[in-house]
C-alpha cells in the first residue's frame, strides 16, 4: 500500500469495524468511513478518520463516500434472528413478535435491518457503488454458508443470515472486483459496545487461543473480534490472498506474534 491509499470501512461502528479502524490507524492508513451518524463516528474515532454519510441499504447514497477510494472493507451485520437491531418499525407488540417468527413475507415487510436488507442487498448496493479500479474488497461473511444443511449452522440460518452472507460473496466474487472473503466462527471478544479510539489501539485478546486459517468452509468453532480485523487488514498488505475466501477460529497455543503472512501462504495455493 501506498500512502496515496484511502480505505473505506463499511459497518465501523461495529463491534468488527470498530477494530479494522484501529487497526489500520495504527499503520498510518487512510481512513473514511461510511456511516449513518456523523456525530457517533467523529467522537469515537477523535476526528482521526473521514466520514462519509450513507446507508448501504440506500444505494443513493453511496456514491459520494466513493472517491478516491483504493479498498473497501466491509463489516457490516446484524442478529442472526429477529431482535431490536432489525429495527422494526414500528415496534412490535407481543402479539406480532410472534407473527415476525412465522411469517418471512411479514418479517422482511416489517424490518428495515434484516440480513436480506443488510448482507445481500446492501452488499450487492456497496459493490455497484465500488470504483472499478478498486485495488481490494474485503469483506466479513461468516463460517457454515456452505454447510447450512448442517448443524449448527441449520440453527443459524432459521432466518437466513447465512443465505444473506453466501448472496453477499456472490455479488462481491461475480463482480470482477479484485477480492478477499473472512469467514469468521462465533464472534468472540470485545468491543461489545463502542468504544474509544484509544481503547480500540489497546485491543488485545489477552493471550487466548491462537489462530486458525482455512478454506473451503470447513471450520468450526469461535473467533475472536480482534483477529477477525486484524486478517481483513493484513490481507490487503499481501497480494495471494486476491480472490480467495478464508475460514477464520481461535484454536491451540497462541504463538507471543501471530504471523499473518506465514498463515495465509500457507493456504493461498488452494482454488478456492
Not at 459520494?64 to 415496534?91: E, K, L, V
Request: net charge neutral; glycine share 8%.
Amino acid at each position: 500500500m501506498s500512502a496515496e491509499d484511502l480505505v473505506l470501512v463499511v459497518g465501523a461502528t461495529g463491534g468488527v469495524g470498530q477494530l479494522v479502524v484501529g487497526k489500520l490507524l495504527e499503520k498510518n492508513v487512510k481512513v473514511r468511513v461510511l456511516t449513518r451518524n456523523a456525530a457517533k463516528a467523529e467522537k469515537m474515532f477523535d476526528n482521526k478518520v473521514e466520514i462519509a454519510v450513507g446507508d448501504i441499504r440506500e444505494a443513493n447514497t453511496l456514491p459520494a463516500a466513493m472517491p478516491n477510494i483504493t479498498h473497501i472493507i466491509c463489516c457490516t451485520g446484524t442478529t442472526a434472528f429477529p431482535s431490536t437491531r432489525w429495527d422494526f418499525d414500528p415496534q412490535p407488540n407481543f402479539l406480532e413478535w410472534g407473527q415476525i417468527f412465522l411469517d418471512s413475507e411479514y418479517r422482511e415487510a416489517k424490518a428495515k435491518n434484516t440480513p436480506t436488507k443488510v448482507d445481500a442487498e446492501g452488499v450487492s448496493n456497496l459493490v455497484a457503488a465500488a470504483p472499478r479500479n478498486l485495488q481490494r474488497f474485503v469483506f466479513v461473511s461468516s463460517c457454515g454458508v456452505h454447510r447450512k444443511d448442517k448443524f449448527p449452522f441449520s440453527v443459524l440460518n432459521a432466518f437466513g443470515v447465512l443465505d444473506a452472507k453466501q448472496k453477499g460473496e456472490a455479488a462481491i466474487a461475480n463482480s470482477g472486483l479484485p477480492y478477499t472473503i473472512i469467514r469468521p466462527g462465533r464472534l468472540i471478544d470485545g468491543p461489545f459496545t463502542s468504544y474509544d479510539l484509544n481503547t480500540l489501539l489497546k485491543a488485545t485478546t489477552n493471550g487466548k487461543l491462537g489462530v486458525v486459517l482455512g478454506q473451503g468452509d470447513t471450520l468450526s468453532g469461535d473467533a475472536s473480534r480482534i483477529d477477525v480485523a486484524a486478517a481483513c487488514v493484513e490481507s490487503i498488505f499481501i497480494p495471494s490472498t486476491t480472490n480467495k475466501a478464508f475460514d477464520i477460529i481461535n484454536q491451540g497455543t497462541r504463538p507471543a506474534v501471530i504471523n499473518w503472512e506465514a498463515l495465509f501462504s500457507q493456504l493461498t495455493n488452494s482454488r478456492e
